[in-house]
């Protein structure tokens, strides 16, 4: 039997951070001295008490499926976390823990994407909210950011790239790949323009914070 690729992952590029990945392990391999920026993979190992924990865990028979939402003292932490770094008074009922950004992302985009439906993203960008977007037969619609404006999306842009098919608005600070950010005033001129177009939702990527 045969197997071949389902059109809709097979039409897709290969993401430009995995070959540039692939291309400096080969590189390496080779002898080359190369300093790969391609993938966040972090410069510091796991913390040693994470994974003594993990591993008493496990040992004391902690190995089932946790809740769907995640286990209560995580969720309590991240309420912890939320209100002493964040200001955010946030309920358990509206925390979900995954196992990672990109299968959260996926998901979001999943549940709500319908075939044209239109995502905004600031670039550059991360490389997976256009390739997810189009996984699930959603239009990404890029809005360029310029580096002498610290790489942050102009308000008026976002405005202009809203139309009445556009169900997501993608923010990624602080921003891989450049590193911008947005102060207070960045974000209530997007607010601004938001709460003209409330169909539109807003996914806020703040894994690097
Ligand atoms: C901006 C951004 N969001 C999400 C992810 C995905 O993170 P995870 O490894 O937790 O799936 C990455 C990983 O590179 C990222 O750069």
């Keep these: ?5 389902a059109s809709r992952l097979a039409d897709l590029p290969r993401p430009a951070t995995i070959a540039m990945a692939a291309r400096a392990r080969e590189l390496k391999v080779q002898g080359a001295d190369v300093i790969s920026l391609a993938l ?3 410069d510091f190992p796991s913390p040693p008490e994470a994974i003594e924990a993990a ?3 496990a040992k004391a028979g902690d190995t089932g499926y946790p809740p769907i939402p995640g286990q209560k003292p995580l ?4 309420i912890r976390k939320l209100r002493r ?3 955010l008074d946030v309920t358990s009922d ?3 823990v995954a196992n990672g950004g990109k299968q959260v992302i996926f998901n979001a985009l999943m549940a709500s994407l319908e075939v044209g439906d239109e995502v905004i993203v ?3 960008y991360w490389v997976s909210y256009p390739l997810i977007t189009r996984m699930l037969g959603g239009v990404p619609v890029e809005i360029r950011c310029r580096e002498e404006n610290g790489f942050r999306p102009d308000p008026e842009a976002i405005r202009e790239a809203i139309t009445p098919r556009t169900k997501w608005l993608v923010l990624n600070f602080p921003n891989n790949p450049t590193g911008a950010i947005l102060e207070r005033q960045d974000l209530e001129a997007i607010a601004d323009v938001l709460r003209e177009a409330p ?3 807003v996914m806020s990527d703040e894994i690097y914070e």
């Design 1 to 5: 039997m045969s197997f071949t690729i």
């Design 40 to 42: 966040g993979q972090p």
């Design 55 to 57: 591993y008493a865990a």
């Design 75 to 78: 969720i309590d932490a991240i």
């Design 85 to 87: 770094d964040n200001a």
């Design 94 to 96: 509206r925390i979900m």
């Design 122 to 124: 600031p670039a550059p």
């Design 199 to 201: 169909h539109v939702l």
